[in-house]
């Protein structure tokens, strides 16, 4: 198959080639192997040898022209950077998500990429994947480690998970990409859509707390909106805290004083009493553990208080 090229002359009259000026034929990587052989001989333990392998795909689809483009203005020059159509250096951050997009908008589809916080900042494939010098076992990584690769930007991120409370990130036992998706993610169904923060969702487009802490995954005949509506962000760090249980609040009854105040439901009047005047009196230190007597804070199935 050759594609474009037989059918240069008619396609570039109809638009469908955008060809550069002097046109460029596929010349197969072999013709790469000369000059660029630390690369060449690596090249077959990459997962984009597959397309040479096997040995049917489309020139412009197959081995190093894929993503460099047709090589033989490069070579009759004998080599240079402005010889080659696609030589990363010199592309915009657009130019490199086209590029790889090109095959992977499938693979990469559960993911918003387009629209993504990364994308929008010009973080794009590059700046996460290296298809040549990967140290990663797997994603062609740019670091050995995941949690290294996202560190380099977010250094914020590296401190909470340093606190004395945390998802064991560094540990090893957690992923970033167990809660996020670094491709992209779209609005989400709890938290009223606000903040999505790339956040990962799961099943039927549940967070992704669920995946693992799947006794809290419900539906429960009791929820509680703040865990449904809100989120489990709403009481707690995700990425660390100086609290037990992740906890945003020293004390557990400050989380639930946020929402939970005098003018809202708690403590509403009945029939013009104050309904906390005969317990929950805050100056009484065993209503300040709430959660000793709600103990299914997350939801119930027995009970509309979650006492039980
Ligand atoms: C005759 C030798 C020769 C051959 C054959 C050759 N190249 Fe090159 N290539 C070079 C030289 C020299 C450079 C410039 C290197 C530099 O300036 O650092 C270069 C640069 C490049 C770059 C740009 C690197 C950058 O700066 O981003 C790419 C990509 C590239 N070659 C790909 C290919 C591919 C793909 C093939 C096979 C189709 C190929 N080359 C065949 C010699 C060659
Ligand atoms: C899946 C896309 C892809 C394929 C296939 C590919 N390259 Fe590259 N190449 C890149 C990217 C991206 C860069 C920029 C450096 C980086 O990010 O790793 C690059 C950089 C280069 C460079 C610049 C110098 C360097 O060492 O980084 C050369 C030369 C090159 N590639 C040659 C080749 C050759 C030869 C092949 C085939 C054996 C090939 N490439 C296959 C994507 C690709
Ligand atoms: C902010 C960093 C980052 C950016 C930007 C990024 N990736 Fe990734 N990518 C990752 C990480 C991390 C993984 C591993 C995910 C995992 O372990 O579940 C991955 C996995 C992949 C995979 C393999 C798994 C899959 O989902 O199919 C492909 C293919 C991929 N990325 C392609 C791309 C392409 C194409 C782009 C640009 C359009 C891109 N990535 C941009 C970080 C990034
Ligand atoms: C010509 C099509 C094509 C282009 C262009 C292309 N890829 Fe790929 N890519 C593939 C195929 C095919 C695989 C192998 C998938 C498999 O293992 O089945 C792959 C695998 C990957 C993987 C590894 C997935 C894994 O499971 O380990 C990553 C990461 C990736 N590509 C990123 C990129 C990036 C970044 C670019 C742009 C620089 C790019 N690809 C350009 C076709 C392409
Ligand atoms: C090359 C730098 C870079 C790398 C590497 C990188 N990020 Fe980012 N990330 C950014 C930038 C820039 C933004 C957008 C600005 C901001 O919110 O900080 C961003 C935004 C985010 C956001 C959304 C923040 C928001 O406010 O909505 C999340 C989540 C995120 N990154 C996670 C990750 C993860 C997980 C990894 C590793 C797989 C990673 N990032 C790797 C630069 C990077
Ligand atoms: C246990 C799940 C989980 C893990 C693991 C996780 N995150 Fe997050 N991350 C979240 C949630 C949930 C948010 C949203 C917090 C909010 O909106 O209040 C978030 C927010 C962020 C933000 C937005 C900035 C901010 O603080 O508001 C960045 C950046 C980020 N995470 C990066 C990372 C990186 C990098 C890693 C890995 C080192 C990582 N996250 C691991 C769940 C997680
Ligand atoms: C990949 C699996 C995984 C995901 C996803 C995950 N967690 Fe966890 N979580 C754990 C593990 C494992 C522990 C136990 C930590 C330890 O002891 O090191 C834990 C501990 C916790 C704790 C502290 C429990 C205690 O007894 O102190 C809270 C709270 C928590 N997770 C909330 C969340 C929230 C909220 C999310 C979503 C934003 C989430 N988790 C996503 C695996 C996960
Ligand atoms: C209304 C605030 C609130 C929300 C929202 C919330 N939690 Fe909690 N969570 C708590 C409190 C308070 C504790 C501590 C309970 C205790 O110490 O008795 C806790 C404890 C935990 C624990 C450790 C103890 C246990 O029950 O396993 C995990 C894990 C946990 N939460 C996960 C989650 C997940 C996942 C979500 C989202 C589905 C979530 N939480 C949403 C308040 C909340
Ligand atoms: C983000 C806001 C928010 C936080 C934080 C919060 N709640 Fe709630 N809670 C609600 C809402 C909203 C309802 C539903 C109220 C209704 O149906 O009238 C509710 C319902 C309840 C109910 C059932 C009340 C009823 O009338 O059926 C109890 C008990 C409760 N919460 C206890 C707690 C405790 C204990 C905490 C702290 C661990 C807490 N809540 C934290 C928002 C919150
Ligand atoms: C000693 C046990 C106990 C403790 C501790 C406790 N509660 Fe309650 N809570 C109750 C009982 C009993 C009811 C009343 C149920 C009824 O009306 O039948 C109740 C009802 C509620 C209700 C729903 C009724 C209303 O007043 O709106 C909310 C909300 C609530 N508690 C929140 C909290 C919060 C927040 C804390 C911690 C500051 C807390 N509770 C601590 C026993 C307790």
């Not at 560190?151 to 560094?170: D, E, I, L, W």
Request: net charge positive; charged share 15%; aromatic share 6%.
């Amino acid at each position: 198959m050759s594609g474009c090229n037989a059918w240069a002359p008619l396609a570039l009259l109809i638009g469908l080639c955008a060809l550069p000026a002097a046109a460029q034929d596929y010349v197969g990587s072999n013709a790469c192997r000369t000059c660029h052989i630390d690369l060449y001989s690596t090249f077959f333990r990459n997962p984009h040898y597959k397309s040479i392998a096997a040995g049917n795909q489309a020139p412009e689809k197959t081995g190093c022209e894929s993503c460099h483009g047709p090589a033989s203005g490069h070579v009759g020059a004998g080599g240079g950077k402005d010889t080659i159509p696609r030589a990363f250096s010199k592309l915009s951050p657009t130019q490199v998500a086209d590029t790889c997009l090109g095959c992977h908008a499938q693979s990469i589809s559960r993911a918003n990429i387009r629209r993504s916080e990364h994308t929008l900042d010009d973080v794009v494939c590059t700046n996460c994947h290296s298809i040549h010098r990967s140290p990663a076992p797997k994603n062609l990584l740019k670091t050995e480690q995941q949690r290294d690769l996202c560190y380099g930007c977010h250094t914020t991120v590296r401190a909470q998970f340093s606190m004395p409370f945390k998802h064991r990130v560094n540990e090893g036992s957690v992923q970033c990409t167990d809660c996020h998706n670094p491709h992209g993610s779209f609005a989400a169904t709890w938290n009223m859509g606000a903040r999505p923060r790339m956040v990962e969702q799961g099943v039927g487009n549940e967070q992704p707390c669920m995946k693992c802490h799947i006794d809290k995954r419900g539906p429960f005949v009791f929820e509680h909106a703040a865990v449904r509506v809100e989120g489990c962000e709403t009481c707690h760090s995700a990425h660390g805290s100086t609290n037990p249980r992740l906890l945003k609040r020293p004390v557990v009854y400050t989380v639930c004083l946020e929402c939970h105040t005098g003018s809202g439901n708690f403590g509403r009047q009945a029939n013009g009493i104050p309904r906390n005047s005969t317990f929950h009196n805050m100056a009484d230190p065993r209503f300040q553990n709430c959660t000793s007597c709600h103990v299914r804070i997350h939801g119930s199935n027995a009970d509309s208080f979650f006492f039980r």
